[in-house]
């Protein structure tokens, strides 16, 4: 079957409701279900920095085809929610996608583009090499169904609030994934901090956002000892603090020392996803 091509129209052109209807229409089929509401897509654009000008939706009369968007900040840009509606694939609407986008980018002058595919996703993950995109690590996402927290406290826990919070982040070494900088998290709502030092056996910090209905975007850092006790005794503090709540947590880079902490505290690996980038030389 031939397709008539359809033109790319930024994104700015249509109404979030509108994107979030193309958005779900390409992801019927998605390896991992993530559907989203106009109110969810749109606090993803703003707390990722999405500029729908640089974003693009494949469009042929009122029909739209697929779409693709394009997050900036300085010297780096992502790649999100890209999609084509099932019956059009392999047409080179994919393809056209991240042309314009990656086209927007470097006129913008950005040298580097980072995106993530979830591992199994071959059709994507073959589009991304084709794009010039390499690999640069393997991130995982977790999740916590609520549970008591066995065992006692050997620490006392220091709670701050996101102001408090926020300059731990900068103290992260290596580069972050784009969901988990600290850009992202200065965008969000809800954020929380705490503190720990196990006597004598070292300290370290964490930050989450917590909503009255789940704890997330965990980040943390061991300042001196084994991360994996001190990761241990931060999660025992915060499910302590909030046994009700249900965790969900992504794009821990998979050789993270915390990791083993994390699947004592009965944390399940949901899915994993492959982050690439690319470089302008
Ligand atoms: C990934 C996706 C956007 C590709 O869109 P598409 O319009 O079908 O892709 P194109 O026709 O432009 O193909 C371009 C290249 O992608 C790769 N590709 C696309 N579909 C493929 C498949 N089924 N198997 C292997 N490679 C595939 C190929 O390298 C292809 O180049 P080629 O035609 O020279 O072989 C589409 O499959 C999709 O929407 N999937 C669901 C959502 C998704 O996975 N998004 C990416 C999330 S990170």
Redesign the pocket.
Known sequence: MTITLPNLVPASQFSVDELTDAYNQ??V???VPMPMNAARLQEYIRVYDLDLEKSFVAKNGERIF?L?MLGLRPQRSW????????N???????????EAMLEASDHAGIPRNI????KG??????????MGFTESRELVILRRPPSPVSGTLASEAQWFSKAEAIPFLDERKGPQAWTNETESLQNVDDLFGMQICLNGRGQGWLVFQKTDFNLSRLMFQTKDGDPEAIMLEMLAHLHSKFPKLDTYTENIPADDPHLLAFSRMNYINVFERIEMCRKIQ
């Open positions: 390409t992801r089929d998605y390896l697929g693709g790649i999100t929610r890209l999609g084509v509606l099932p059009n694939r392999r047409h080179g609407i994919g393809e056209m996608l991240m995106l993530e595919v979830i996703n071959t059709p994507g993950h073959h589009l991304f090499k084709k």
